[in-house]
């Protein structure tokens, strides 16, 4: 059934700021919302159509439109982020994803080619798990461990993930920020998320990803190591690889200015 564009802006908390003749959007990562871009967005605001948006079942998305077969692949987000797109006739456009949705902006990118002529992928892993000549960063056991601690204590999760994640132990305030902000999803939804993020394998999409994409790389980053974000720029055939000063594996929130500042030069 097909859902009205009101609705689908509905579902997805979507805002949309600024000017500018082209637009720029913004998508958030496992465990977060919109607000993870807000310090890098409104520099955007004088000179670009700005949309931020939130997952369903994340920030103050429509809790009741989650749907655990829509969303048991990328696939399903990617195809929300699709038809936000055409709700606000979209084309040309430059998504930046932060983490999972770097993926997922891939797939919405294959899905809807006139959509994206740019993307931004900022932490982007296309397989966390290691492979044969692949490395990933993580274990099938180390992922099962991960997910089962999700499933069994999403509080506790939280607290010992996030500042790990985050990767700046000298600023505990960024730590605290991301952890409050994975304790406020649902934790039956987050552990489906969890799951479909961290057993996905997007390897056989990045070549055939048409538009000009930017790969951002922090370095100390326990999600996305630097041979995931090298892997993607080998295999992206028209990518940019850039390795941020930032640390960890949010400069979204750690390190906005640079990565607002990459951004801009690259668009």
Request: hydrophobic share 40%; with cysteine.
């Amino acid at each position: 059934m097909e859902v009205s564009a009101e609705a689908v802006l509905r579902r997805n908390n979507v805002h949309v700021s600024g000017s500018g003749t082209r637009t720029i959007m913004f998508a958030h990562g496992f465990g977060c919302d919109q607000s993870m871009w807000e310090p890098v967005a409104r520099t955007f605001d004088h000179d670009f159509r700005v949309v931020l948006f939130d997952y369903v079942g994340h920030g103050g998305s429509d809790l009741n439109a989650y749907d655990a077969e829509r969303y048991s692949s990328l696939t399903g987000y990617a195809r929300d982020v699709v038809e936000i797109g055409r709700a606000l006739g979209l084309r040309s456009a430059i998504f930046v994803g932060h983490s999972v949705s770097a993926m997922i902006g891939a797939i919405a990118s294959l899905e809807a080619p006139e959509m994206f002529s740019d993307l931004v992928m900022v932490g982007p892993s296309p397989r966390y798990i290691d492979d044969e000549g692949y490395r990933g960063g993580f274990s099938r056991d180390q992922i099962d461990e991960l997910l089962q601690f999700l499933a069994d204590n999403h509080l506790g999760w939280s607290a010992a993930m996030a500042p790990a994640i985050m990767g700046n132990p000298d600023r505990p305030e960024l730590g605290e920020r991301l952890e409050n902000s994975f304790c406020r999803t649902d934790p039956e939804i987050a552990r489906d998320f969890a799951r479909v993020t961290f057993l996905s394998d997007n390897r056989g999409d990045l070549a055939a990803i048409q538009a000009r994409t930017l790969i951002l790389q922090c370095s100390s980053d326990i999600i996305a190591p630097m041979e995931v974000g090298e892997y993607v720029h080998a295999n992206v055939p028209d990518s940019v690889f850039r390795l941020l000063r930032a640390t960890g594996h949010c400069p979204n929130l750690s390190a906005p200015e640079e990565v607002a500042a990459a951004i801009r030069e690259f668009v």
